[in-house]
């Protein structure tokens, strides 16, 4: 259910619906809009049958129901595209932003490097990850605290705020001190556990879709964040499972028009997992850009052929130079900048 306050309702007004809410067991969400804010009412415990009384309240426009499984994240309860903030970099406004670097952070100078190459071409953020989720128990499973250390002197030396990747609960806390944005893994999409805990940090998330998810079980997984009471979720598709072995996965280009309608949230591409192959890191850019997606996630390494992980998909600086000057045609012609 939402609360929807009259446009020339106080702050007053708004407390007192929020303290009355959670009195009837309910968990209180306001949600400031442009035009006027509504507050959504979740939870297992609320008394339904008694909310008539805050329809009565003074400032109070009306109460409605939410019809979609997922409440706050549906553009039931705001309408406009929420704007996230990461450490002064605006997701959800007219700029598409542009997140890049390493798949796994290797060493300090590979950072280091990698910032300082992506910020040049106009990266606003650095992603790298620092614990890894790999297929094989095998494989290179990131240099955990001390990639993160090095993540931290690539943002001081470069001033590019960064993205990293926490795989298991229990990583929360460490990686909380050094990230600007958490990141949830494809893999990691229903690990419930994870979410709500990551709902209860004052960070930003960057959600990634599972492989095998429908979009509103993605926007269930966002519900767990919002509803534990952090606001900061970042969508991000990154391709899905179907019968196409060309691709690593296939690009679920409608993913963003369909979110866009259903829900307030930005959501960004990740051409780099999806496509699975250098040569097609372009062409889904500039799809994501003109589709309307906020933003792109860009794996990018001063040496792509050496990369420790996903080096196929990988590209080079001077690619991603020549990607960036691409992208912000493609933003400009839609009304957007980069
Ligand atoms: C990554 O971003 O390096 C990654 C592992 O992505 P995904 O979770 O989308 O596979
Ligand atoms: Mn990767």
Redesign the pocket.
């Known amino acids: 259910m939402i609360v929807v306050m009259r446009m020339d309702a106080g702050k007053d007004a708004l407390e007192e619906v929020v303290e009355k809410a959670e009195e009837l067991g309910f968990s209180p969400h306001v949600i400031f809009g442009k035009e006027r804010n509504v507050i959504g009412l979740v939870g297992v415990n609320g008394k339904r049958e008694n909310v008539g009384v805050i329809e009565e309240m003074p400032g109070v426009d009306r109460i409605v129901p939410i019809s979609k499984p997922y409440k706050l994240a549906s553009k039931e309860v705001k309408q406009e595209t929420s704007i996230v903030d990461v450490a002064g970099v605006k997701f959800g406004g007219d700029e598409v932003v542009a997140i890049a670097g390493p798949?796994a952070v290797e060493s300090e100078e590979q950072i280091v490097r990698s910032a300082q190459h992506v910020k040049a071409a106009g990266a606003k953020m650095l992603?790298g990850?620092a614990f890894?989720?790999r297929t094989s128990p095998y494989s290179f499973q990131g240099l955990q605290e001390e990639g993160l250390k090095h993540l931290a002197t690539a943002r001081e030396e470069t001033g590019l705020p960064f993205c990293t990747?926490v795989v298991n609960p229990r990583n929360v806390d460490v990686v909380y001190k050094y990230t600007d944005m958490f990141?949830v893994?494809?893999?990691n999409i229903q690990n419930f556990a994870l979410l709500s805990l990551l709902g209860q940090t004052d960070k930003p998330v960057l959600l990634?879709r599972g492989m095998a998810t429908t979009i509103e079980e993605f926007l269930m997984a966002a519900e767990y964040i919002l509803c534990e009471g952090n606001k900061n979720v970042i969508l991000c598709e990154?391709g899905i499972r179907t019968f196409e072995t060309a691709t690593r996965n296939t690009l679920d280009i409608s993913c963003v028009p369909v979110v866009k309608e259903k829900s307030h949230l930005p959501i960004i591409i990740?051409p780099s997992?999806s496509g699975g192959h250098r040569p097609y890191v372009t062409a889904l850019s500039r799809a994501a850009v003109a589709v309307g997606a906020d933003g792109v996630?860009v794996?990018v390494h001063p040496e792509p052929d050496n990369a420790m992980s996903?080096a196929a998909q990988t590209i080079s600086p001077e690619h991603f130079v020549k990607l960036m000057g691409e992208l912000k045609a493609v933003a400009l012609s839609i009304g957007r900048y980069m």
Do not use: L, S
């Open positions: 798949c992603r990850g890894k989720p990747e990141q893994g494809a893999r990634k990154r990740d997992h996630i794996e996903d």
